[in-house]
């Protein structure tokens, strides 16, 4: 979990002991109902940014943006249906050095990125870790007006860690 989310648990957390605090040490004074009133509406406001909170920490994927460079552990790529109208995903189970846990991604469905995972994936069978890098796209992307640049994903091979020697 990180400082952001810790903080942020803390606050949806304080926030309303905090109100209902206000309230009872306000309770005597003649806008006691106005301040009632208040903290009824927008304590549930708190409770739904809680449960949006633990939603990210519960393993479902993240919308987040990948890091830059990560370990991929693995992948599930759901292709767009036409006839659902369904826009297709792709979940990356990942792993970087700075988290114990591995963390799921999802992104929206790309057909390179969907080859890229495929190649990817032949490689992880052959048993060669895989480790992801994501690039900007390029500067010279002749893309429409309108339309998104697309963030790069490439894949190699992960270097092979060597043992120290025993001396």
Same mark, same amino acid.
């Given at each position: 979990?990180?400082?952001?989310?810790?903080?942020?648990?803390?606050?949806?957390? #304080?926030?309303?002991?905090?109100?209902?605090? &206000? $309230?009872?040490?306000? =309770?005597?004074? *003649?806008?006691?109902?106005? @301040?009632?009133?208040?903290?009824?509406?927008?304590?549930? #406001?708190?409770?739904?940014?809680?449960?949006? &909170? $633990?939603?990210?920490? =519960?393993?479902? *994927?993240?919308?987040?943006? @990948?890091?830059?460079?990560?370990?991929?552990?693995?992948?599930?790529?759901?292709?767009?249906?036409?006839?659902?109208?369904?826009?297709? =995903?792709?979940?990356?189970?990942?792993?970087?050095?700075?988290?114990?846990?591995?963390?799921?991604?999802?992104?929206?469905?790309?057909?390179?990125?969907?080859?890229?995972?495929?190649?990817?994936?032949?490689?992880?069978?052959?048993?060669?870790?895989?480790?992801?890098?994501?690039?900007?796209?390029?500067?010279?992307?002749?893309?429409?007006?309108?339309?998104?640049?697309?963030?790069?994903?490439?894949?190699?091979?992960?270097?092979?860690?060597?043992?120290?020697?025993?001396?």
């Amino acid at each position: 979990m990180s400082a952001i989310q810790t903080v942020a648990i803390t606050l949806v957390y #304080l926030l309303p002991v905090a109100l209902i605090a &206000l $309230l009872l040490a306000t =309770q005597s004074r *003649p806008h006691g109902r106005w @301040l009632l009133t208040t903290v009824l509406l927008v304590l549930p #406001l708190f409770y739904i940014g809680h449960y949006l &909170l $633990l939603q990210g920490m =519960q393993g479902w *994927p993240s919308n987040m943006a @990948l890091p830059q460079q990560f370990q991929l552990l693995a992948f599930d790529i759901s292709e767009p249906d036409p006839n659902t109208d369904e826009p297709g =995903q792709i979940l990356l189970w990942t792993h970087t050095g700075d988290s114990e846990q591995p963390r799921v991604h999802r992104l929206a469905y790309r057909k390179g990125l969907h080859r890229e995972l495929v190649a990817a994936g032949q490689r992880q069978a052959q048993g060669r870790p895989q480790t992801g890098i994501r690039s900007p796209p390029p500067a010279s992307d002749t893309t429409a007006p309108g339309t998104d640049r697309q963030e790069i994903i490439r894949f190699k091979d992960t270097a092979n860690r060597t043992l120290p020697s025993k001396h």
